[in-house]
C-alpha cells in the first residue's frame, strides 16, 4: 500500500517536472537529460521474487509443482509422513475418549449395583422429588 502511494506520487512529479520540458533551451534539456539518466544508473534495483508455486490443472485434475523441484520416491514419503501422524493422532484420541467414556458408564452402574435401593428406585418420579426436598432439607 505504501509503495503504491510511493510510485503514485513519484509519478506525479515527474509528470509535473516534465510539463515545462518544452519552453527549456537545448542545452538545459542535455544537461537534464544526462542527469536523469546518470540518476537512473545509480538507483536502487529492487529484487522482484515470484511466488514458486504453480497451480496446473488439466483433465479434470489439478496439481501444485514448486519449480523444477523433483520430489522422487522419498521426497513423496516425507510428504505424506504428516497425513500419517495426524490420521494416528485422530484415531488415539478417539480411542482415549471411548475408553474414558466406557470407565464412566462402568463407574454408574457399579455404583447403582452396589447402593443400598433397587435400580427401579431410579425411574420413579416420586424419587427425584424425594430427592429434592430431602436436598432442601439438609440446607
Do not use: C
Given at each position: 500500500?505504501?509503495?503504491?502511494?510511493?510510485?503514485?506520487?513519484?509519478?506525479?512529479?515527474?509528470?509535473?517536472?516534465?510539463?515545462?520540458?518544452?519552453?527549456?533551451?537545448?542545452?538545459?534539456?542535455?544537461?537534464?537529460?544526462a542527469?536523469?539518466?546518470?540518476?537512473?544508473?545509480?538507483?536502487?534495483?529492487?529484487?522482484?521474487?515470484?511466488?514458486?508455486?504453480?497451480?496446473?490443472?488439466?483433465r479434470?485434475?489439478?496439481a501444485?509443482?514448486?519449480?523444477?523441484?523433483?520430489?522422487?520416491f522419498?521426497?513423496?514419503?516425507?510428504?505424506?509422513?504428516?497425513l500419517?501422524?495426524?490420521?494416528?493422532?485422530?484415531?488415539?484420541?478417539?480411542?482415549?475418549?471411548?475408553?474414558?467414556?466406557?470407565?464412566?458408564?462402568?463407574?454408574?452402574?457399579?455404583?447403582?449395583l452396589?447402593?443400598?435401593?433397587?435400580?427401579?428406585?431410579?425411574?420413579?418420579?416420586?424419587?427425584?422429588?424425594?430427592?429434592k426436598?430431602?436436598?432442601?432439607?439438609?440446607?
Open positions: 500500500m505504501l509503495t503504491l502511494a510511493q510510485d503514485q506520487f513519484g509519478q506525479r512529479v515527474a509528470a509535473r517536472l516534465s510539463s515545462g520540458n518544452d519552453d527549456l533551451p537545448y542545452d538545459i534539456t542535455e544537461r537534464l537529460r542527469a536523469r539518466m546518470q540518476a537512473l544508473a545509480k538507483r536502487k534495483v529492487v529484487a522482484v521474487r515470484t511466488a514458486p508455486a504453480v497451480v496446473s490443472s488439466g479434470g485434475t489439478a501444485l509443482h514448486f519449480g523444477n523441484e523433483v520430489f522422487g522419498w521426497g513423496r514419503l516425507a510428504s505424506a509422513i504428516p500419517v501422524a495426524l490420521v494416528a493422532g485422530l484415531f488415539m484420541i478417539q480411542v482415549t475418549q471411548e475408553e474414558r467414556r466406557t470407565n464412566e458408564i462402568a463407574e454408574v452402574d457399579a455404583a447403582l452396589t447402593d443400598e435401593l433397587p435400580p427401579q428406585a431410579y425411574t420413579d418420579p416420586g424419587f427425584a422429588q424425594f430427592l426436598t430431602k436436598a432442601i432439607e439438609a440446607q
